[in-house]
């Protein structure tokens, strides 16, 4: 192995290691809507408590572009290395802080505490990203440099690979009520263990030799945030990142990975051990991927790989999911055996009341099942429910193992479309912006990209598919949420056919340690 592929492998371990964990932290919180809406939010209109829930992950996204401004000013001030060290111990801190809040039942401010620490995950993970790609592009050659970042795009998906095996591991030591009790928070708790690890390998980890190189000179930027968007220029690159690219890969993003889990888990009432393990499974053989079309971009450039992604996705989109409902609803199957059992316990509110609680479990004659516990508040005396509480509903479907495939090329799918535009763009974000602002100017249209308008998609679509539903239809439109991810990239890819060029022509100049943008601003712009 060459000393300079060596250096470089050293590099991407490095920050992969780090960036996974982070990812890992973020997405945990998602992983566990279920459980968080029922520990930490009221519960007396479960949708309600979901949509908070939901609410809330959406709230570290919609902060990331801050932590983009913070972090990135700081990372082209003092350094790569030094700034992502910070959002490290920032997320790993507020990641096993939440899985050591009380439950809203004993703690009244516990959802304001959780939606404290879920800004602050949001504002570290703002500064990790772009700090990662930076640094890892930075040691990259010009020619190969689709393919080593793309090494750190994996990180994403493997962050949420990794917290769902997590969650899988802990639910399979434990007992339903011992992960439902107290076990749900180890995942959160493990999370210091994780980032201690990567503190000391990220501690080993050298500043970027470009960025040395301005330092050295005195050519590091004064006032980053003011060159990047004060300056028509750059602002027209950073508008056209953000408009062009990063709005359309952030949606293909969050449908292909998280809505889909969402989708599942809620819509579907897909058991949860079978949801998030064949979404695993799908996350792992889809990964490799990432690496695939980030090598690709660096040929045949990142522009018409990522246009692609987004077209398959706007096209696919409806049928994968119709498909998906359809895998999974079990109306049209044969039941085989039916039972049904009532009991009932006491209102923890009111001591006149009780809530009953009917189990109805239905096995069909494929191997399927359906558990569906309905929950009515009825009079302690005579036993009748009120006409005034309307009953909660909560299914399960459990599948028989033959549909496990079928699932998982469903999802396996999605998350192709997902690595054909999340693979190239952190070469194409880096070769759009000069070093000594690097940090800043890409950072920012990446994290409005995926944290606005991707991080909104589970909440936003969820929402869209609850408003569908009306008396005459009471189920609704499930395919209704679909709609916002659809536009937002079908006006991404507009954008991006028309204005950004497939070329690959910025470089560093090794002279000048400045990027060189050789595309004519016409064509560009």
Known sequence: MKPMENSIRRVIFASSAGTLIEWYDFYI????????????????????????????????????????????????????????????V?????????????????????????????????????????????????????????????????????????????????????????????????????????????????????????????????????????????????????????????????VVWYTGQFYAQT???????????????????????????????GALSDRIGRKSIMMAGMLLAIVCYRPIFKTLYNVTDVAS?????????????????????????????????DGASLKEIKTQAADAKTMVPLASSKP???????????????????????VLFVTMVYGPIAAFLVEMFPTKIRYTSMSLPYHIGNGVFGGLVPFIATLMFEYSKTPANPAGDVLAGLWYPIAIAGLCAIIGMLYLSNKITTHIDEAENEYVHSTPKKEML
């Open 392 to 414: 909660l509903v909560k299914k399960t479907v459990t599948l028989n193992s033959s549909e496990a495939w079928k699932i998982i090329a469903l999802v396996f799918v999605l």
């Open 90 to 250: 920032i997320m790993g801190g507020s990641t096993f802080l939440i899985g050591c809040i009380p439950t809203y039942e004993t703690f009244s401010w516990a959802p304001l505490i959780v939606l404290l620490l879920r800004l602050l995950q949001g504002l570290a993970l703002g500064g990790e990203y772009g700090g990662a790609a930076t640094y890892v592009a930075e040691h990259s050659p010009a020619k190969r440099r689709g393919y080593y970042t793309s090494w750190i795009q994996t990180t994403a998906t493997l962050g949420l690979f990794v917290s769902l095996g997590v969650i899988l591991i802990t639910r399979n030591l434990l007992s339903d009520d011992q992960f439902k009790a107290w076990g749900w928070r180890l995942p959160f708790l493990l999370s210091v263990i994780l980032v201690i690890v990567s503190i000391v390998i990220r501690m080993k980890m050298h500043e970027s030799p470009l960025f040395n190189k301005l330092k050295e000179e005195g050519k590091t930027s004064v006032n980053p945030l003011k060159e990047s968007f004060g300056h028509k220029t750059n602002l027209k690159m950073v508008l056209l990142a953000l408009f062009g690219a990063t709005m359309g890969q952030g």
């Open 263 to 293: 989708f599942l888990l809620k819509t579907c009432n897909l058991n949860d051990v079978q949801a998030n393990t064949w979404i695993g499974i799908a996350l792992l053989f889809a990964t490799p991927f990432f690496v695939v079309f």
């Open 29 to 88: 919180f998602g992983s566990l809507a279920i459980v968080i809406s029922e520990k930490f939010f009221p519960q007396g209109n479960p949708t309600l408590a979901f949509l908070s829930t939901l609410a809330t992950f959406a709230a570290g996204f919609i902060v990331r572009p801050f932590g983009a401004l913070v972090f990135g000013r700081l990372g082209d001030i003092v350094g790569r290395k030094y700034t992502f060290l910070l959002t490290l």
């Open 333 to 365: 199957k044969t039941v085989a055996n039916e039972h049904t059992s009532t009991n009932s316990k006491a209102d923890a509110k009111d001591a006149s009341l009780v809530q009953l609680i009917t189990t109805t479990e239905k096995t069909f004659t």
